[in-house]
């Protein structure tokens, strides 16, 4: 089953107002700008997503 719902990223809240939001498709991540959203969103491999994650937290 896919979820079609887009999660903020942790990040966002009180004086954030820069966020993204991602949902996973399949095997790809789509990830959005809150304050775009009307401009679409960018499509990553679920495996290159993954690793780009793990880069930026190590």
Request: net charge positive; with cysteine; proline share 2%.
């Amino acid at each position: 089953m896919l979820d079609h719902t887009w999660h903020k990223s942790t990040y966002s809240g009180g004086t954030h107002q820069n966020c993204l939001e991602g949902r996973k498709t399949g095997n790809k991540a789509l990830i959005r700008d809150t304050q775009n959203r009307h401009l679409g969103h960018l499509e990553f491999p679920a495996a290159e997503w993954k690793a780009f994650l793990a880069a930026v937290k190590g």
